[in-house]
């Protein structure tokens, strides 16, 4: 609508003369209305996720990635109507592209490792193909013509790597003091450590599951792992070594993990200070098995009274509703103890309400939008 090609507007039958009569009323409500849109969609795409659920591996436990990769969209149309310039426009791909790979990688949208692999080669076939882009741009006067050749041979060596790296990376769950190098590297231990945790639990409780191979897997690999850690571990109060020395005591073993999984959250909070992603599980962790409940509460006092960006108090949102959730429940009715523990999905339901609201404002300016033009 704002673009013009030898001072005309192209959208138009009859031709209109660029910033000139209609021009400057249909440029300026398109502007609006496309911000109006865009803004509608990125508060869809910042608030679509299920912070807290490892059982969905379908289901987004982060937007951070896809928000930037929204952003990064914007930008790359922004660039396409505003820049004349092959040089600056390349450079900005290639910049952005980078910084979207980075984003994806350091925080994972689900819980699944073929599908963060899936968007790590997205990513990275859209960082080669501009990187590409560039070096052609820069031979642009040379005799070099293999361009086409280099990109084809990058696609391949990035499926590769990318299968590689994330297969490593869900494999290497083991948790010392010595790899602690990031907070979101704990917390991906963690995590895997807590589906291993809990598929010990439905294994042991007698959950009739259709998944039992998978469960029966992860059992072999949670004692795999507490075999290998109680060799080195040299404290004699260690909760894995009472794990292992009551074979036949359920209760005791179900408190050694969750123990355990305290001592490592406490570790990497104090590691990590001012971490509240790590901080935001430790109490979800907490309050879901009902254990450890008064530092589950110190830190989520400390959570509410600090300077949360609008995700985060979304996500701490999510942990009041999933607490009120279980405690309204726990009050109306005594339950089996498969069903105190489990936490009502309310935010979901809530949110699909907002959702039916953003949907009617997005049909509405797209409506606008094509009257307008």
């Known amino acids: 609508m704002i673009k013009c090609e030898n001072s005309k507007i192209i959208f138009f039958t009859d031709s209109i ?15 609006i209305f496309s911000i109006i849109l865009y803004i509608f969609i990125l508060l869809l795409i910042l608030f679509y996720f299920d912070p807290f659920n490892s059982k969905k591996t379908s289901t987004k436990i982060d937007t951070n990635a896809d928000v930037f990769l929204f952003i990064f969209k914007v930008i790359s149309i922004v660039r396409y109507i505003a820049l004349s310039s092959d040089w600056i426009s390349i450079i900005i791909l290639v910049i952005i592209s980078l910084l979207n790979l980075k984003r994806a990688y350091e925080n ?8 963060e692999s899936i968007i790590s080669i997205r990513n990275a076939s859209i960082f080669w193909t501009y990187f590409v882009l560039l070096i052609s741009k820069i031979l642009e006067t040379s005799t070099f013509n293999g361009q086409i050749f280099l990109l084809l041979i990058g696609y391949p060596l990035i499926i590769i790597f990318s299968i ?11 948790i010392t003091n010595s ?38 897997k992860n059992e072999i690999l949670l004692k795999g792992y507490i075999t290998i ?15 292992l020395s009551n074979p036949n005591n359920f209760n005791i073993q179900k408190m050694s993990l969750l123990h355990y999984m305290n001592i490592m959250f406490n570790e990497g909070i104090k590691k990590f200070p001012n971490s509240k992603i790590l901080m935001m599980n430790f109490v ?4 879901e098995k009902k254990y450890n409940l008064n530092s589950a509460k110190t830190f989520l006092i400390k ?20 607490i009120n959730s279980s405690n309204n429940k726990l009050n ?22 907002c959702k039916k609201v953003f949907v009617f404002f997005i049909k509405f300016n797209v409506f606008s939008i094509f009257i307008i033009t």
């Open 179 to 216: 790899n602690f190098n990031d907070a979101n590297e704990i917390l991906v231990k963690l995590k895997y450590f807590k589906l291993l945790i809990e598929s010990f639990l439905s294994k042991n409780k007698g959950s009739k599951s259709s998944k039992s191979n998978n469960l029966k």
């Open 332 to 353: 109306k009715s005594f339950t089996n103890d498969d069903e105190m523990t489990r936490i009502e999905d309310t935010t979901e339901h809530k949110f699909k309400k």
């Open 108 to 115: 994972p949208t689900y819980n699944n490792y073929i599908l």
């Open 303 to 322: 959570l509410e009274k600090s300077q949360n960006t609008l995700t985060e108090d979304f996500i701490i949102y999510c942990i009041k509703q999933n």
């Open 284 to 287: 979800q962790f907490n309050y």
């Open 17 to 31: 003369d660029c910033w000139k009569g209609l021009h400057f009323m249909y440029s300026f409500l398109s502007i």
């Open 164 to 174: 590689i790296y994330y297969k490593k990376k869900t494999q290497n769950f083991m």
């Open 229 to 243: 850690h109680e060799e080195t571990c040299v404290n004699e109060e260690c909760p894995l070594k009472k794990f």
